[in-house]
């Protein structure tokens, strides 16, 4: 079997594109020698893979070396055409006429030309297949260098391609007059090692190239800092602060990873943890070390990318020490300054920023969210109105500090230390600080009810300003994470539980920002957001969207119980007889409606009653017809706003008496005044089922 | 190996000029980084082939005045800048042998490329690179040129940025800018260390930038170097040159202009609009002009 092996080495790819780079590598190279008939068709490829900030390897092994000689066909003139046509024909394929052939199509008899494609060599087939590979990369950015036409992510050096244990010689054309000959010449650290070595296949080079101080396996290197790290720390008697984005970012910064450990003076320990933890990752990429209660200890770990050795371990840290004292100077700088002055004045240096092009400063918006977040707070069970009001206003405020102009994502976080200072109570202090909360499906909800009145305050606010000046999210454009803001609120209100009116609580926003009311669409659109947030829950799409009624947002809470009522409902045995029987009701309808005997279009969804005549119990002939329409008026013509997984169980019970209606009943009586009042009073059942669920839309 | 500030870029001229650069001494006009000299700007894209030139450029930032008490931050600083058109194949190569040539052992030394991409939008300019990290701190910014006035580049230059102060710095191991020994003089015969240069500017030049500058003045300026800038681009034939000096005067205006607080967040965008505007035009009218010179 010959293993094909790949290797380009550039100048370093930042850190955050090399995982994607690499797949993409083994996939197109993968797929297209496939495309190209040069793969083994009788067992599957293996594929290896490494990359590192200047190596980008891969390996498919069952390449063969020429294509299959394959037999082309080749249509030519009808037969009886002219000789002229069949001459030219047989020029343009380059065969004599004695080796046309005929044939029967579906258009009449036909020349044919049978050519022997000779299959292609890999040779020349592999060179073309890397000029494509390096043509069509789809970097995120990508630059020319020198004279050179095509671009790659930085400058590339060199290609090497080796089939079978040996150089496949070629040459690859940036254009601009410059090119790149294969190679099989392999490189190490270039801080220790700068004479070539051979490459021969995929286990030798990564061996070689560890034994040549580049851990070129990502994997590899991920375990080797993770390992060393965790050592440290334990040596140390400390945890090691987990942040996955952190390590897989350093690993794309290394080839020879060493992890150091260096010291934080004392000075900087007063500063809050997050600011610590930030400063270090943000700048300078370092890792943090904790203590069993999770307070962050004195000392950070870099990842250098040199070998260990003793001196110049000393010296790199020294160095590291240097800079971060400067960087956590500046910190502690801010953190006094910014301390210095109480929240309320800097929340009048608001009116500075822009919170968005047409809707005004950041002043302003925290105003609307005040009076938002009271309002609110009088719908979540046990919130302070006076603390939810006093977060909302001084929420923002850090936004002007120093310490936030610095470090963006401190927002929230900073701004709790700093009302701390001044004796803020303490419910405004942690709702100031979760009040960012949940930005996204995974993070975590403000942990108390003024936190969740001041971030729903924020959220919608934001929402009603952008619709407002038509500002809407667009196929995957969402620049102002409004969809994100949308799921905060659908969040909060179902995991907590809250009872809102949230029309009326957009009302009051709208009426904040002087718009006439919020707009249609954003009502919808919260209604849509509800409708992926549930399915993502697991519930079918079908049972989503019979339950939810669009752009009804007048209570969520009981729109989402109530779609996982009906949900189970539909699961058990009455649900699907229920479901059985209003299906036999409502076809029955639509086929009167088609009809033309009533007005009601019926074969539409929505049901509408087949007669504004209810049905005349004097007319009814059997029990079953007395029994359906008792049930039917026993149920309530709303699902209020308790007990909706109750409610919802007396639904299914309708499906005995309409089972035994359907068993016992016929419709089509000879009297056509029988025939209506049974048509009414299937009207009437549909109707009632409505008000939970529109079943035309479920699947099953 | 203890080496002056003096000597760092001393050095660092007399490596370049062995690399076949031409050396330049600073563009006589303030402006915020050496990439405004023309020799960067303006040669970035034409007329020649080959451009190879080194300088020192002081470089203004009016808003990181500290009025001399921050140890790291300066209104007024020193950039050391190299330009290499079209950029070489051993590009990183050069890069690393200039820090050996002002004492830095890079086998001892944790050097590192880290993703940074460039872009002024004043100039319109942008292009892909690292800053080059040495043990944990930011030595250089190391720019492939892509775009300038938004014209492409071709061929591509390479663009080499030292911060001079934090090199120096960091050779020396002190913490203190003003600190720095800049003659390696001793003290005792007269030695002058960075303070005594420039300490007492930073402290008279933060109280102007922040405190003084006259706003009416520096924004009637600012309209006069754009008149003027537009006026040199529109005779026949168009002089790019002093037109380019008054676009970099209208943009050290607005960094005035910022420093003093004057500017809101919206109207800010329109000045750096305005100044990309002239700047664009003049790269439009030097591409031209030598273009046809070239052809002539």
């Given at each position: 079997m010959s293993e094909l092996f790949i290797e380009v080495i550039c100048e370093e790819i930042p850190a955050r594109m090399q995982k994607n780079a690499i797949r993409h590598m083994a996939e197109f190279l993968s797929s297209r020698l496939s495309e190209h008939g040069l793969l083994d068709t009788r067992s599957a490829a293996e594929i290896k893979s490494a990359i590192g900030p200047k190596h980008m390897a891969v390996s498919v092994s069952g390449v063969i070396k020429q294509q299959d000689d394959r037999v082309v066909e080749k249509r030519g003139p009808k037969i009886g055409a002219p000789q002229q046509a069949i001459d030219g024909f047989c020029k343009s394929a380059g065969i004599l006429e004695s080796q046309l052939v005929t044939r029967q199509t579906n258009k009449g008899a036909f020349y044919f030309a049978e050519i022997l494609e000779k299959g292609r060599h890999s040779e020349t087939l592999i060179p073309e297949l890397i000029y494509n590979f390096v043509a069509e990369f789809p970097w995120p950015k990508s630059q020319r260098w020198g004279t050179s036409r095509l671009s790659w992510v930085r400058p590339l050096h060199y290609i090497n391609v080796v089939l079978d244990g040996a150089l496949l010689p070629?040459?690859?054309?940036?254009?601009?007059?410059?090119?790149?000959?294969?190679?099989n010449a392999g490189y190490g650290h270039s801080a220790?090692?700068?004479?070539?070595?051979?490459?021969?296949?995929?286990?030798?080079y990564v061996n070689k190239m560890r034994e040549l101080d580049v851990l070129v396996d990502l994997q590899e290197r991920q375990?080797?800092?993770?390992?060393?790290?965790?050592?440290?720390?334990?040596?140390?008697?400390?945890?090691?602060?987990?942040?996955?984005?952190?390590?897989?970012?350093?690993?794309?910064?290394?080839?020879s990873p060493n992890v150091l450990c260096g010291r934080i003076d004392d000075t900087f320990m007063i500063l809050p943890d997050e600011v610590l933890v930030t400063s270090m990752r943000v700048h300078q990429k370092y890792f943090a070390l904790e203590d069993e209660n999770g307070k962050i200890a004195p000392y950070f770990l870099l990842v250098a990318d040199r070998k260990p050795d003793t001196q110049h371990d000393a010296l790199i840290l020294k160095g590291n020490e240097r800079v971060l004292r400067a960087r956590l100077s500046d910190a502690l700088f801010f953190w006094n300054a910014d301390k210095a002055t109480h929240l309320r004045e800097?929340?009048?240096?608001?009116?500075?920023?822009?919170?968005?092009?047409?809707?005004?400063?950041?002043?302003?918006k925290v105003d609307r969210m005040e009076a938002l977040a009271a309002l609110i707070a009088r719908y979540i069970p046990e919130c302070s109105e006076v603390d939810a009001f006093q977060a909302a206003g001084l929420s923002k405020?850090?936004?002007?500090?120093?310490?936030?102009?610095e470090f963006p994502e401190l927002q929230g976080v900073m701004g709790s230390y700093y009302a701390s200072a001044y004796d803020v109570a303490t419910p405004q202090v942690v709702a100031i600080r979760d009040h960012y909360c949940p930005q996204g499906a995974d993070d975590k909800l403000p942990e108390t009810a003024e936190g969740i009145a001041v971030s729903m305050a924020d959220k919608i606010d934001t929402l009603v300003g952008f619709f407002g000046i038509n500002v809407k999210p667009t196929g995957s454009k969402d620049p102002f994470a409004l969809r994100r803001a949308a799921l905060g609120i659908l969040r909060m209100i179902d995991e907590r539980s809250i009872s809102l009116p949230l029309d009326e609580v957009l009302s009051k926003a709208a009426h904040l920002y002087d718009f006439d009311s919020f707009e249609d669409d954003l009502a919808l659109f919260i209604t849509e957001r509800l409708k992926v947030r549930l399915r993502d829950q697991g519930i079918s799409h079908d049972v989503v969207s019979a339950a939810i009624i669009d752009a009804d947002i007048h209570n969520l809470q009981i729109q989402i119980e109530k779609v996982k009522a009906i949900d189970k409902m539909l699961d058990t045995p009455a649900g699907i007889k229920l479901l059985e029987g209003w299906r036999r009701a409502s076809n029955i309808l639509a086929a009167e409606a088609k009809k033309g005997n009533n007005n009601a279009d019926l074969t539409q969804t929505s049901i509408e009653v087949i007669d504004t005549a209810s049905p005349d119990v004097s007319l009814f002939q059997l029990p079953a017809e007395t029994q359906l329409y008792e049930a039917a008026l026993l149920l309530p013509d709303d699902v209020g706003e308790n007990e909706i997984y109750g409610t919802i169980q007396s639904f299914s019970a309708l499906y005995e008496p309409i089972t035994k209606f359907f068993e016992t009943v016929i419709v089509n009586d000879d009297k056509p005044e029988i025939r209506k009042n049974r048509l009414n009073l299937l009207s009437l059942v549909c109707t009632k089922i409505h008000t939970i669920a529109d079943l035309g839309k479920i699947e099953k | 190996m203890q080496i002056d500030f003096q000597s760092i870029f001393l050095n660092l001229q007399t490596y370049w000029a062995k690399q076949g650069c031409v050396i330049l001494q600073p563009y006589d006009m303030e402006v915020g980084a050496g990439t405004f000299h023309p020799a960067t700007t303006l040669r970035s894209l034409g007329p020649d082939f080959h451009w190879k030139a080194a300088y020192v450029q002081p470089s203004r930032r009016p808003t990181d005045g500290r009025y001399g008490e921050n140890p790291n931050r300066l209104q007024h600083y020193y950039q050391f800048q190299t330009i290499i058109k079209p950029s070489p194949a051993n590009s990183q190569e050069l890069y690393l042998g200039s820090l050996q040539a002002i004492g830095l052992d890079i086998h001892k030394h944790d050097i590192r490329f880290v993703e940074d991409d460039w872009e002024s939008p004043t100039l319109g300019a942008w292009g892909l690179g690292w800053e080059v990290w040495c043990d944990g701190m930011e030595v250089s910014q190391f720019t492939y040129f892509q775009q300038v006035g938004g014209i492409e580049c071709d061929p591509v230059p390479l663009e080499l940025t030292y911060g001079l102060e934090r090199l120096a710095m960091f050779i020396q191991g002190i913490?203190?800018?003003?600190?720095?020994?800049?003659?390696g003089v001793p003290a005792s015969e007269g030695g002058k260390l960075y303070g005594d240069i420039f300490n007492l500017a930073e402290k008279e030049f933060s109280r102007w930038n922040f405190e003084l500058a006259d706003t009416a003045i520096l924004l009637s300026h600012f309209n006069d170097a754009e008149a003027e800038c537009a006026h040199l681009l529109s005779v026949e034939p168009a002089l790019p040159l002093p037109a380019y000096d008054q676009c970099m005067k209208a943009s050290h205006l607005f960094n005035l202009l910022d420093a003093r607080g004057v500017i809101s967040v919206t109207e800010r965008q329109s000045y750096i609009g305005r100044v990309r505007q002239l700047a664009k035009g003049c790269c439009e009218a030097w591409v031209a002009k030598t273009a046809e010179s070239n052809s002539s």
């Open positions: 070629g040459i690859l054309d940036l254009g601009g007059g410059m090119s790149i000959e294969f190679t220790y090692h700068n004479t070539p070595f051979e490459i021969t296949g995929f286990e030798q375990n080797f800092i993770l390992k060393n790290a965790l050592k440290i720390a334990e040596q140390k008697g400390l945890q090691l602060r987990q942040d996955d984005t952190l390590l897989a970012e350093v690993c794309g910064l290394v080839e800097y929340r009048k240096k608001l009116g500075d920023i822009t919170f968005y092009k047409g809707l005004g400063q950041v002043s302003q405020s850090d936004l002007v500090t120093g310490m936030v102009g | 913490e203190n800018v003003y600190e720095l020994d800049w003659d």
